[in-house]
């Protein structure tokens, strides 16, 4: 089955060049459009990334000066202010994932899709990483009849710095979001100032100190399990790999607490952990979704709607992938 290419805005990024690397070790055949605002970097991108070609895309024009191209997907892998991909895609009917807005802005989005639910499959990919808390985290609650509480560790090496354009939505995002959407005890609230200061321990043991972050993972927790408190907290710092003298890795610390299927109060702590940082997890994720989203896998493409990435993803096919490059989900010891 022969397939449109997938358009990548931003493509020629570090996280779209992932992106595509993950995406031609499993699908070598699909083809694939660069978008950049720097045709000559995006045309590099896309001679080392092979069967993709290389474009800038008019973000001021409804078609994205694509005129009658096809594609079967879009991806958006920076803050489209605009939102000219999401229109685009709704246009064409086919899929849109976008990964780079903050909770807080999510609803000139939802307001697009409600104008239109049957036009495409919308995701809003702004879980941590695109799956890699929520997909482990709902796998973990199986041990559980009641989920109590969530809390998230998010340990990011202060070597794993990614691209210019991950640095510039990170920046934007704590500048226009210093107080970090929670759940606690049944209410929704902002942690700000000292409450949203915390402390988690890494993969080693380590103290991490952090900040509350919101990550719309902790909207889609508490959605999808009931537990009455879910918090967020992002740290920087070594990684525990790293402080061992290896090369730097990435770290989710999930701890969950709340009663096991006879009823007895049950507490859980796990680490996932990907060698190779932030970056490849956010590749493996977007691949994941877009195998699933146009049927690359042979099954039907998703029909319209908005969800979020763990509706998507199938959970033993993200973690047998999450093996195969080396990640991992390790039981840690309640401390």
């Known amino acids: 089955m022969s397939f449109n290419p997938i358009l990548l805005l931003g493509g020629s990024g570090s996280i779209g060049q992932q992106t595509a690397r993950a995406l031609h070790a499993a699908y070598p055949d699909i083809p694939l459009l660069i978008g950049g605002r720097d045709f000559a970097k995006a045309q590099r991108a896309a001679a080392e990334m ?30 489209d202010h605009s939102l000219a991909g999401l229109r685009f895609a709704q246009a064409r009917g086919v899929p849109h994932l976008s990964i780079s807005s903050g909770i807080f802005e999510i609803a000139p989005e939802i307001a697009c899709f409600m104008q239109a639910p049957n036009a495409s499959a919308v995701v809003l990919g702004y879980e941590w990483l695109v799956g890699a808390t929520t997909v482990p985290a709902l796998h973990l609650t199986k041990s559980f009849a009641q989920v109590d509480e969530i809390r998230i560790g998010a340990l990011v090496d202060e070597q794993d710095t990614g691209g210019p354009a991950v ?6 995002l704590n500048r226009l979001m210093p107080a970090a959407l929670t759940r606690r005890e049944g209410n929704w609230l902002w942690r700000e100032g000292d409450d949203a200061k915390a402390v988690f321990c890494a993969l080693d043991g380590s103290k991490i100190n952090a900040s509350g972050f919101s990550s719309i993972d902790v909207a889609g927790l508490a959605a999808a399990t009931g537990a009455r408190s879910v918090q967020f907290d992002l740290g920087q710092g070594v990684s525990s790999s790293r402080r061992q003298g290896g090369p730097l890795s990435t770290e ?39 195998e699933r989203l146009i049927g690359l896998d042979g099954k039907p493409p998703i029909a319209p709607g908005l969800y979020f990435p763990y509706q998507i993803l199938d959970t033993s096919h993200y973690l047998t992938r999450l093996a195969q490059e080396g990640g991992e989900i390790l039981p840690l010891s309640i401390s």
Do not use: C, W
């Not at 640095?167 to 934007?172: G, L, Q, S, T």
């Open 50 to 79: 092979g069967n993709a070609q290389a474009i800038v895309p008019d973000m001021n024009s409804a078609d994205l000066g694509l005129g009658k191209q096809h594609v079967s997907a879009v991806v958006v892998l920076y803050k």
């Open 167 to 172: 640095a510039e939505d990170f920046a934007y």
């Open 252 to 290: 989710i610390i999930l701890d969950i607490s709340g009663q096991d299927h006879n009823g007895q109060a049950l507490r859980t702590r796990h680490a996932v952990v990907h060698p190779g940082g932030a970056a490849p997890l956010t590749a493996m994720g977007i691949a994941l979704l877009l």
